[in-house]
């Protein structure tokens, strides 16, 4: 039981171009919607993250689009570059107790290859 | 400021073994948690801690378990290890309260042979 979906399973870009990944969720408690970045042999990294009070989130190149109407939401990276290339991972998780989010779910992963 | 750290990086066992995986969380983060992450896939959630308590657990065996201690650092342990136990074990910390971000070290290596 796949709670969170992610595609393409793999992208391939040209420099400049913009670069968009996709996923969607069934558990509609989630209310937490992060985007990781993970290169080889490190830990995935937080780029960008998003709460359903908003449709759209925007930090530099990175933007995420949030339609909690039909359970999806997007990464767009604008004027990709080769330093880009990495696998991006989308994730979901819903307030635990005490306050805070734990037990991320994360999606299978997509890797970008950002062609010079 | 020092990151999430793990150690050892890379370990390599066999069939049957027992294994234990270190973590010290970001200093002032209290809370840590624990991913598998198999090749070619996202990560698993595999347990929580906050304040040596354990706050969730995912869908694993009882061969794995963990600890907190009083520093916050934090230890997995994984008995009787199988095959299909071979993965990147990761260590993320975080400071509950508000926007939790979960911050992740850069894994454990482990291969079971």
């Known amino acids: 039981q796949q709670q969170v979906k992610q595609s393409p399973q793999s992208l391939i870009v040209q420099k400049g171009g913009i670069s968009i990944i996709n996923c969607a969720y069934e558990?509609?408690?989630?209310?937490?919607f992060p985007w990781y970045q993970q290169f080889p042999g490190k830990g995935p990294a937080l780029l960008i993250a998003i709460r359903p009070d908003v449709s759209e989130k925007k930090e530099g190149r990175f933007t995420i689009s949030f339609n909690k109407s039909a359970k999806q939401f997007s990464l767009h990276i604008m004027d990709s570059q080769p330093g880009d290339s990495a696998t991006y991972f989308c994730?979901?998780?819903?307030?635990?107790?005490?306050?805070?989010?734990?037990?991320?779910?994360f999606g299978k992963g997509t890797l970008l290859t950002v062609n010079p | 400021d020092a990151g999430v750290t793990q150690s050892p990086t890379h370990l390599i066992k066999t069939r049957g073994q027992h294994v234990t995986l270190r973590c010290s969380p970001i200093s002032g983060h209290k809370s840590v948690s624990w991913y598998q992450q198999v090749l070619g896939q996202g990560p698993q959630f595999i347990f929580q801690y906050y304040e040596k308590e354990e706050r969730g657990r995912g869908n694993f065996p009882d061969r794995f378990s963990a600890r907190q201690f009083p520093n916050y650092s934090s230890e997995l342990n994984v008995n009787a290890l199988l095959l299909g136990d071979s993965a990147l074990y990761l260590c993320?910390?975080?400071?509950?309260?508000?926007?939790?971000?979960?911050?992740f070290g850069p894994g454990t290596r482990l291969l079971v042979l």
């Open positions: 993320a910390s975080s400071s509950p309260g508000g926007e939790e971000t979960q911050y």
């Open positions: 994730a979901a998780s819903k307030e635990g107790s005490g306050g805070s989010n734990y037990k991320l779910t």
């Open positions: 558990n509609t408690a989630f209310d937490y």
